[in-house]
């Protein structure tokens, strides 16, 4: 990332305190309206480029290596052109008056931590409320590209629970840390980067479910396996571009799990060990739960999983958000001794 003063008139901002901003703007203005009316929501463009790729190469026709290959191509051509795209809008973006308030509505629009909240504590009041049907229509935003919606549909209260536990942990990890992360280190080109990618591996990841969960005799199997191998590559740049995000997700829940009455930073802790990067699990052990396999989809989930245990994910989800915030203030103010 370039740390130096900007050449534009009106705009000498340290990149970093541009992200700070940010993150204050969409605590204040975010959630779930915003996205969903936003038209210019920087991941839609990627979608529907996604979409028409998958269309045009993604084809039941072709063998396994072929669509391996294919599906290569489109992963790494996304995350080139991604890199690109970031290092071009960067490189405008330092060099004309104001821009950098684009920057900061950007970097608004692309971190999410206000709207899994949002939609977890729309499942907490369903529960409440004891309409089941409404709870698993409330989570389904936060299983996008982990459960399939014939799956969904048939979740129990207890696994609603656990698939909005599994959630929320994976959207403090992907919406929240890796995007800070990425930014932090590489600027727009690796939050454009890291984005892109994951929009891809999601869509592409739904479209598997969509599949196997409608396959029927050997022929669709087939199919299934050669779709798999088509978003195989996506999805493994998706995993390692979230692997350093979501051992830093692990500590940041922790240390925020400190701060919540009825909470189990040290058993956390344990399990975030054991696990290596599986935040559902540490989440599992900040709630005290007697089974690490606090994830979805899971045919078994604990006993004692209750509406209760979402009101307090969200509350170690709220106060991982002001960590993570503060991290963010802490590398500005060492730029700023640094500078002097």
Same mark, same amino acid.
């Given at each position: ?7 534009? /008139? ?11 901003? #940010? ?48 599906? #290569? ?13 970031? =290092? ?17 509505? &950007? ?31 409330? &989570? ?21 629970? #656990? ?32 984005? /892109? ?30 779709? =798999?191998? @088509? ?19 692990? #500590? ?24 290596? +990067?599986?935040?559902?699990? /540490?989440? +599992? ?31 170690? @989800? ?23």
């Amino acid at each position: 990332m370039n740390f130096s003063s900007t050449p534009g /008139t009106y705009g000498a901002a340290d990149p970093l305190f541009l992200l700070l901003a #940010a993150l204050a703007l969409e605590a204040y203005l975010g959630g779930p309206w915003i996205m969903e009316r936003w038209y210019l929501q920087p991941r839609r463009p990627i979608s529907k480029l996604v979409v028409e790729l998958d269309r045009r190469l993604n084809r039941a026709d072709r063998g396994g290596l072929d669509l391996l290959l294919r599906g #290569a191509v489109l992963a790494l051509g996304l995350a080139l052109a991604a890199y690109i795209a970031g =290092s071009m809008l960067e490189w405008f973006l330092i060099r004309y008056p104001f821009a950098w308030l684009f920057e900061v509505l &950007l970097l608004a629009l692309i971190v999410g931590q206000r709207a899994p909240c949002v939609q977890a504590g729309a499942v907490s009041s369903a529960l409440a409320g004891g309409s089941l049907i409404a709870a698993q229509e409330a &989570l389904r935003p936060l299983t996008i590209g982990r459960v399939a919606s014939d799956r969904l549909s048939q979740l129990d209260a207890r696994g609603v629970v #656990a698939a909005t536990l599994d959630g929320l942990a994976r959207a403090f990890s992907l919406q929240v840390i890796a995007p800070v992360f990425w930014f932090a280190l590489l600027g727009l080109p690796g939050v454009f980067l890291q984005q /892109t990618i994951r929009t891809a591996a999601a869509y592409l990841s739904v479209r598997q479910l969509q599949l196997g969960s409608a396959a029927q005799g050997r022929r669709q199997e087939l199919q299934v396996a050669g779709k =798999s191998d @088509f978003a195989l590559t996506a999805q493994r740049l998706d995993r390692a571009l979230a692997f350093l995000p979501l051992l830093l997700a692990d #500590a940041v829940l922790i240390a925020a799990a400190v701060f919540i009455p009825g909470c189990h930073p040290g058993s956390a802790l344990q399990r975030a060990w054991a696990s290596r +990067g599986n935040v559902a699990a /540490t989440m +599992g052990g900040i709630l005290g739960l007697s089974s690490s396999d606090v994830q979805a989809p899971s045919e078994h989930y604990p006993v004692q999983l209750e509406r209760s245990h979402i009101e307090r994910a969200v509350a170690v @989800f709220a106060v991982g958000c002001l960590i993570n915030a503060g991290l963010v203030a802490a590398l500005v103010w060492l730029r700023a001794v640094y500078k002097t």
